[in-house]
Every structure is written in structure tokens, then in C-alpha cells.
């Protein structure tokens, strides 16, 4: 018997997927987000972009690491979240959206590592 996915576990997977393509082809978008006192950012960028597909695929394929794989990443990208939240916050040069913005993006992760937790492998 085949179960099918949860909507969850579709929706983390095709942002995982999207988000990873972004990566790859758009680098430029996510240097505001890396924290300062990391070395070789555009390598981390191009490097979580193809864990994002990685992660995406495991959870779409239900690959036994893909849940606690798929947490990891986005507790990783949380800490950025954080980070370029609390920049643009005390920026005089940042518009209201954009600050707002920045700030929603810290408690979706909280939602997105529950259900990646929650991600059944494949029985066998």
C-alpha cells in the first residue's frame, strides 16, 4: 500500500526545490543574508543551495535522513534569519517593508523544522 505525502511535506519540499534553484542562479539575492563573520560566502550560498535540492528530493522520495537533514538546514538558515532581521532593523536606510519582511521570515522557519521533523521516511 502506498501512502501519499502530507500537503506539508510537499510545500517544505517545493520551497526547499525553489529556494535551492534561487540559489544557483541568483546568489547576489541572499549575500545581505550572511552573517558577517563568515568566510566564503558566495561558496556557502552555491553550497546550501544544492542542500536545499538535496533536502527537497530526500523529502519527496521519503529518504530516511531527509527529516532531521531538512531541520539542520533550516535551524542553519534560522540563525541568518536572526541575524539580517536584527541588521535591517537598526538600519536607517531600510524601508518599513522591507524591515517587516525581514522579520516574518524568523518565525516561519519555527513551522517549517515541525513538519520537516514530522516527514515519514518510506516504510520498507
Known amino acids: 500500500m502506498t501512502t501519499h505525502l502530507p500537503i506539508g511535506t510537499k510545500i517544505l519540499a517545493g520551497s526547499f526545490l525553489t529556494s535551492g534553484i534561487v540559489h544557483l542562479v541568483q ?7 550572511m552573517p558577517r563573520g563568515l568566510p566564503a560566502h ?3 550560498i552555491y553550497a546550501s543551495g544544492v542542500a536545499e ?6 523529502l519527496l522520495t521519503r529518504q ?4 532531521l537533514a531538512s531541520a ?5 538558515v534560522w540563525v541568518g534569519n536572526w541575524e539580517y532581521a536584527i541588521k535591517v532593523q537598526r538600519s ?4 518599513t517593508p522591507h524591515k517587516v519582511g525581514a522579520w516574518l521570515r524568523v518565525p ?6 515541525r ?3 514530522k516527514s515519514r521516511p518510506a516504510t520498507t
Do not use: K, Y
Not at 516561519?108 to 523544522?113: D, S
Open 27 to 33: 546568489p547576489d539575492a541572499f549575500e545581505p543574508l
Open 42 to 44: 558566495r561558496e556557502i
Open 53 to 58: 535540492i538535496v533536502c527537497g528530493v530526500g
Open 64 to 67: 530516511r535522513w531527509a527529516p
Open 72 to 76: 539542520t538546514l533550516l535551524l542553519a
Open 92 to 95: 536607517a536606510r531600510t524601508s
Open 108 to 113: 516561519i522557519q519555527v513551522p517549517m523544522i
Open 115 to 117: 513538519v520537516a521533523l
